[in-house]
């Protein structure tokens, strides 16, 4: 089953709201967050669960700072990229 983006950002916002110790009106700064690394999972190559890379044209992301399931994603999409390169 396959979640849309406003569930995948809505769900991402949420465990940042965790990861932060819950803070009281910090939703709109996760909800930012949550959309930006939703943005820069779609311009990679990994989808959004990290377990397959797309064939997609590389297009720059803009700079943002990733954490937890968006680092693990793109650290997998380069490591696949790299091994496609050197067969």
Same mark, same amino acid.
């Not at 991402?12 to 803070?23: D, Q, T, V």
């Given at each position: 089953?396959? /979640? %849309?983006?406003? /569930?995948?950002?809505?769900? $991402? &916002?949420y465990a940042l709201?965790? /990861?932060?110790? $819950?803070?009281v009106g910090r939703d709109h700064a996760h909800w930012e967050q949550a959309t930006k690394e939703r943005a820069a999972l779609e311009g990679s190559a990994a989808s959004s669960d990290g377990k397959e890379v797309k064939n997609r044209t590389k297009r720059s992301a803009? /700079?943002? !700072?990733?954490?937890?399931?968006?680092?693990?994603?793109? !650290? %997998?999409? &380069?490591?696949?990229? %790299? &091994?496609?390169?050197? &067969?």
């Amino acid at each position: 089953m396959t /979640e %849309t983006q406003r /569930e995948w950002v809505q769900k $991402r &916002a949420y465990a940042l709201w965790e /990861e932060e110790g $819950r803070p009281v009106g910090r939703d709109h700064a996760h909800w930012e967050q949550a959309t930006k690394e939703r943005a820069a999972l779609e311009g990679s190559a990994a989808s959004s669960d990290g377990k397959e890379v797309k064939n997609r044209t590389k297009r720059s992301a803009p /700079e943002i !700072k990733l954490n937890g399931a968006a680092k693990a994603a793109t !650290k %997998t999409a &380069a490591k696949k990229s %790299t &091994a496609r390169k050197s &067969a």
